[in-house]
Nanobody, 124 residues
Framework: QVQLEESGGGLVQAGGSLRLSCAVSGRTFNNNGMGWFRQAPGKEREIVAAISWRGGTTGYADSVKGRFTISRDTAKNTVYLQMSDLKPEDTAIYYC?????????????????WGQGTQVTVSP
């Protein structure tokens, strides 16, 4: 079974930083892109950032460009999301996911494996 486990979430003051990690077990993904999504209560899940399997190309939602950075370490089967200058509107559960494609995908339906999520809360 493939499992994705997110970690690094928590409570942070506006303007602060957090680094999320997503560890993948059960299979080594070296031909699949990965992404980070978030979902606030009562809202639809939205993509935050995506990265190709090689890690050379990335994509970001307009709301996080310049503040968030996605990266991956294929040797460790781990993807990261460095979040800086956090804002209250960033508050959500953040999910890691694996794409069916090797390239960057910003479409939720292109992802087939999902983690359980980690809570990020940004206080004003």
């Amino acid at each position: 079974q493939v499992q994705l486990e997110e970690s690094g979430g928590g409570l942070v003051q506006a303007g602060g930083s957090l680094r999320l990690s997503c560890a993948v077990s059960g299979r080594t993904f070296n031909n699949n892109g990965m992404g980070w999504f978030r979902q606030a209560p009562g809202k639809e899940r939205e993509i935050v950032a995506a990265i190709s399997w090689r890690g050379g190309t990335t994509g970001y939602a307009d709301s996080v460009k310049g503040r968030f950075t996605i990266s991956r370490d294929t040797a460790k089967n781990t993807v990261y999301l460095q979040m800086s200058d956090l804002k209250p509107e960033d508050t959500a559960i953040y999910y890691c996911a694996v794409s069916v494609f090797s390239s960057v995908s910003m479409r939720l339906t292109d992802y087939n494996y999902w983690g359980q999520g980690t809570q990020v809360t940004v206080s004003p």
